[in-house]
């Protein structure tokens, strides 16, 4: 039986979240014996054309062009997931979808006419059906294993949708914010990091986007009443998941 | 009629980030060579405005995922040199501790997954592991350690959680780091094997005429602290960093280029840390050094891979010496209260010096960011690199003139998902 075809892709990204396959040095060569992976220009000068049984695709949607490369990409895999916070919210550069984008490429570039880019950041199911989003800023290197491994064995992957919180009382951290006093996006924020940040005394900061339920309203109150100002909260809900619904919606009440 | 010649690398391999690379061969004569980045732009300095300097290191690290701990680092002591924070010794160390999990981490990937291919003629890592498997186990096994000593200080590999302005979330007990060292005394030995190998490796007989330039500091070398010096006499304060460097925007790139402004192309990276620092590695490490076919200043970009090597070793070195002297201090941090005024940093990110400049104000509000990456400084370094080596290859097939393009960029391990603020191989023959 010939072996699954596996292609990485990379949208507008910082190259961790393909970077975290390379990191799993246990893995990495049995994965490449699993899978063929065939189109991985991070690794590899090997690029072959589709079509691919698995794409992995990192970043999100910036410019005209990259709006129609996408739709070439899904033509081509059978299975489309999106991996990270870029891919599957907009990521951190998902700010100028609420702010003056020509502004900011002035303020970036000496000749912003060689500039070509879109007025917002959008995730990659925004243009095409995605198969699976696997979150996270990074993405967890163990759910990534969990995804490719649930894909090769034609089942779905088991990735929870619940709060850091559940993570947390895993972990058998103390709850920073009772008995702290830190403000923690944890109760609103997905589960897939293991809970690091309470892990070291720190609050966490929706690396992972929102989780399936949330009750931003709530945490925005309990923010405040440690001291958090409007400000504060309203950069917390604006940051790597900021184009995402419930984090958008809540830091627009505040600031 | 003029003998024309199409080529095309529409995509960079092996490199982080998006590129390509153009070459114009007229009459069977190279006439230009341009290095096209075309990883999208994502605008970090315009919307790093209005946030907390506090957040800049976490924002900072997002530029790159290959080497965040270097953004985390520059951002950090910019913020804390406009707070009048100075780390304590402790405080200190455990950046430059958590600063070589960096390197070992980046330059073992570079070495043995990404340069080495392109000497044994390998398409990756992966390929070449079916005849080098145990060197690449090794290196793997290297690579986890440096890893394992990011996680341990930094919750994790990819953008840590735990580095803060006014030091760290959390301290680690001196029991928890000497957990690493087997690792790291098995991670030297690997550097110094794979520096064995790669010295056998038959390199191109190329050389850089580059200005190259890095930090230098008083006794160590340099990876977090220094003044900014040159092979052409440079020395000066990263606060002065633009008065003597500029970035400049052309038209075929989503990059902004560095230059002297005196002079023009510089180089950062191993090769200019090797040639201005050769004094300040141990006397063992110059001698393995010497032992791999290097002198104190190695001009040949493709041996790269050997100064890599020899910075892995120290790296190890350095981080087992750091928690073998290491004290745990009483408070992972200082308070941070913030004030108005502006500061620059730069520290020597694996793949070369990385500079970021924030003008905050009296609440702590970020008014201005600038950050120079190394491959937007060593971009016009690259593109005459190239220059050089697509006329060393100007008359041989397509595919072998390629291929050493390729891999002339691949020598300076570009990161140009961070240079967007970098690559397409293109060859016009006419």
Same mark, same amino acid.
């Given at each position: 039986?010939?072996?699954?075809?596996?292609?990485?892709?990379?949208?507008?990204?910082?190259?961790?979240?393909?970077?975290?396959?390379?990191?799993?040095?246990?893995?990495?060569?049995?994965?490449?014996?699993?899978?063929?992976?065939?189109?991985?220009?991070?690794?590899?000068?090997?690029?072959?054309?589709?079509?691919?049984?698995?794409?992995?695709?990192?970043?999100?949607?910036?410019?005209?062009?990259?709006?129609?490369?996408?739709?070439?990409?899904?033509?081509?895999?059978?299975?489309?997931?999106?991996?990270?916070?870029?891919?599957?919210?907009?990521?951190?550069?998902?700010?100028?979808?609420?702010?003056?984008?020509?502004?900011?490429?002035?303020?970036?570039?000496?000749?912003?006419?060689?500039?070509?880019?879109?007025?917002?950041?959008?995730?990659?199911?925004?243009?095409?059906?995605?198969?699976?989003?696997?979150?996270?800023?990074?993405?967890?290197?163990?759910?990534?294993?969990?995804?490719?491994?649930?894909?090769?064995?034609?089942?779905?992957?088991?990735?929870?949708?619940?709060?850091?919180?559940?993570?947390?009382?895993?972990?058998?951290?103390?709850?920073?914010?009772?008995?702290?006093?830190?403000?923690?996006?944890?109760?609103?924020?997905?589960?897939?990091?293991?809970?690091?940040?309470?892990?070291?005394?720190?609050?966490?900061?929706?690396?992972?986007?929102?989780?399936?339920?949330?009750?931003?309203?709530?945490?925005?109150?309990?923010?405040?009443?440690?001291?958090?100002?409007?400000?504060?909260?309203?950069?917390?809900?604006?940051?790597?998941?900021?184009?995402?619904?419930?984090?958008?919606?809540?830091?627009?009440?505040?600031? | 009629?003029?003998?024309?010649?199409?080529?095309?690398?529409?995509?960079?391999?092996?490199?982080?980030?998006?590129?390509?690379?153009?070459?114009?061969?007229?009459?069977?004569?190279?006439?230009?060579?341009?290095?096209?980045?075309?990883?999208?732009?994502?605008?970090?300095? #315009?919307? $790093?405005?209005?946030?907390?300097?506090? +957040?800049?290191?976490? =924002?900072?690290? *997002?530029?790159? @995922?290959?080497?965040? %701990?270097?953004?985390?680092?520059?951002?950090?002591?910019?913020?804390?040199?406009?707070?009048?924070?100075?780390?304590?010794?402790?405080?200190?160390?455990?950046?430059?501790?958590?600063?070589?999990?960096?390197?070992?981490?980046?330059?073992?990937?570079?070495?043995?997954?990404?340069?080495?291919?392109?000497?044994?003629?390998?398409?990756?890592?992966?390929?070449?592991?079916?005849?080098?498997?145990?060197?690449?186990?090794?290196?793997?096994?290297?690579?986890?350690?440096?890893? #394992?000593? $990011?996680?341990?200080?930094?919750?994790? +590999?990819?953008?840590? =959680?735990?580095? *803060?302005?006014? @030091?760290?979330?959390? %301290?680690?007990?001196?029991?928890?780091?000497?957990?690493?060292?087997?690792?790291?005394?098995?991670?030297?030995?690997?550097?110094?094997?794979?520096?064995?190998?790669?010295?056998?490796?038959?390199?191109?007989?190329?050389?850089?005429?580059?200005?190259?330039?890095?930090?230098?500091?008083?006794?160590?070398?340099?990876?977090?602290?220094?003044?900014?010096?040159?092979?052409?006499?440079?020395?000066?304060?990263?606060?002065?960093?633009?008065?003597?460097?500029?970035?400049?925007?052309?038209?075929?790139?989503?990059?902004?280029?560095?230059?002297?402004?005196?002079?023009?192309?510089?180089?950062? @990276?191993?090769?200019?840390?090797?040639?201005?620092?050769?004094?300040?590695?141990?006397?063992?490490?110059?001698?393995?050094?010497?032992?791999?076919?290097?002198?104190?200043?190695?001009?040949?970009?493709?041996?790269?891979?050997?100064?890599?090597?020899?910075?892995?070793?120290?790296?190890?070195?350095?981080?087992?010496?750091?928690?073998?002297?290491?004290?745990?201090?009483?408070?992972?941090?200082?308070?941070?209260?913030?004030?108005?005024?502006?500061?620059?940093?730069?520290?020597?990110?694996?793949?070369?010096?990385?500079?970021?400049?924030?003008?905050?104000?009296?609440?702590?509000?970020?008014?201005?960011?600038?950050?120079?990456?190394?491959?937007?400084?060593?971009?016009?370094?690259?593109?005459?690199?190239?220059?050089?080596?697509?006329?060393?290859?100007?008359?041989?097939?397509?595919?072998?003139?390629?291929?050493?393009?390729?891999?002339?960029?691949?020598?300076?391990?570009?990161?140009?998902?961070?240079?967007?603020?970098?690559?397409?191989?293109?060859?016009?023959?006419?």
């Amino acid at each position: 039986m010939p072996r699954p075809r596996l292609a990485v892709v990379k949208f507008a990204s910082c190259d961790g979240c393909q970077l975290s396959l390379l990191d799993c040095e246990d893995e990495l060569i049995a994965v490449a014996g699993a899978v063929e992976i065939v189109n991985f220009p991070e690794a590899s000068r090997a690029i072959k054309p589709g079509p691919y049984d698995v794409t992995l695709v990192e970043g999100s949607i910036t410019t005209p062009h990259d709006a129609e490369r996408i739709r070439q990409i899904r033509a081509d895999s059978g299975l489309l997931v999106t991996i990270g916070a870029c891919a599957t919210a907009g990521g951190i550069q998902a700010l100028r979808n609420f702010a003056d984008v020509d502004e900011m490429v002035r303020a970036v570039y000496a000749r912003p006419e060689y500039i070509t880019t879109l007025d917002s950041s959008t995730p990659i199911s925004d243009h095409v059906k995605v198969d699976f989003e696997l979150r996270g800023c990074p993405i967890d290197k163990g759910q990534l294993l969990e995804v490719v491994s649930a894909l090769l064995a034609g089942r779905r992957p088991v990735v929870p949708g619940h709060s850091v919180c559940i993570e947390c009382k895993l972990a058998g951290n103390v709850c920073v914010m009772v008995a702290h006093g830190t403000p923690c996006l944890g109760p609103v924020t997905h589960a897939g990091c293991g809970a690091i940040c309470p892990g070291y005394d720190r609050g966490c900061y929706g690396c992972f986007g929102p989780a399936d339920t949330t009750n931003t309203a709530s945490l925005a109150a309990w923010w405040k009443s440690l001291g958090a100002s409007e400000r504060d909260i309203h950069r917390a809900f604006r940051t790597f998941n900021a184009a995402t619904e419930p984090f958008r919606r809540e830091a627009d009440l505040h600031g | 009629m003029a003998d024309v010649r199409s080529i095309r690398v529409e995509m960079l391999a092996r490199v982080e980030g998006e590129g390509a690379l153009e070459i114009d061969i007229e009459n069977g004569a190279v006439e230009s060579v341009r290095l096209n980045i075309f990883e999208p732009p994502r605008l970090f300095e #315009a919307f $790093m405005r209005g946030r907390a300097a506090t +957040e800049a290191p976490d =924002i900072a690290a *997002r530029i790159c @995922g290959i080497c965040p %701990v270097a953004y985390q680092m520059s951002a950090t002591h910019a913020v804390e040199s406009i707070y009048g924070i100075l780390p304590s010794p402790e405080i200190a160390g455990l950046r430059r501790l958590l600063y070589c999990g960096e390197y070992i981490e980046s330059h073992v990937l570079h070495m043995a997954l990404l340069h080495a291919p392109d000497f044994l003629g390998f398409e990756d890592g992966i390929a070449m592991a079916a005849e080098h498997g145990e060197l690449v186990v090794r290196a793997l096994d290297a690579k986890k350690t440096g890893n #394992a000593l $990011m996680i341990l200080l930094g919750g994790r +590999e990819i953008h840590p =959680i735990n580095v *803060r302005v006014g @030091g760290f979330y959390k %301290v680690p007990t001196k029991a928890e780091l000497a957990k690493l060292l087997p690792g790291l005394a098995r991670a030297r030995d690997t550097a110094v094997a794979m520096l064995r190998w790669a010295a056998t490796f038959e390199f191109p007989n190329v050389e850089g005429d580059w200005e190259l330039v890095s930090l230098r500091h008083p006794t160590d070398y340099p990876l977090i602290e220094g003044r900014i010096v040159s092979t052409s006499g440079v020395d000066i304060s990263a606060d002065e960093f633009e008065t003597v460097f500029q970035e400049t925007h052309v038209a075929h790139s989503n990059a902004l280029q560095g230059s002297v402004r005196a002079r023009g192309a510089y180089l950062t @990276g191993p090769l200019a840390r090797y040639a201005l620092n050769f004094d300040r590695l141990p006397a063992h490490i110059q001698a393995l050094a010497r032992e791999a076919g290097l002198g104190p200043v190695c001009r040949n970009p493709f041996k790269s891979i050997l100064v890599r090597g020899i910075e892995t070793v120290y790296a190890a070195e350095e981080a087992m010496r750091l928690i073998s002297t290491y004290t745990q201090p009483k408070a992972a941090g200082v308070k941070v209260v913030p004030r108005a005024g502006s500061g620059a940093w730069a520290t020597e990110a694996p793949r070369g010096m990385l500079w970021h400049r924030y003008e905050v104000d009296d609440e702590g509000t970020i008014k201005t960011a600038r950050i120079v990456p190394p491959t937007a400084q060593n971009q016009p370094a690259i593109e005459a690199d190239l220059l050089e080596v697509a006329r060393l290859h100007v008359d041989d097939d397509d595919e072998t003139l390629k291929l050493a393009c390729e891999a002339s960029v691949r020598n300076h391990d570009p990161c140009i998902s961070c240079a967007t603020h970098f690559l397409k191989l293109t060859v016009n023959r006419r």
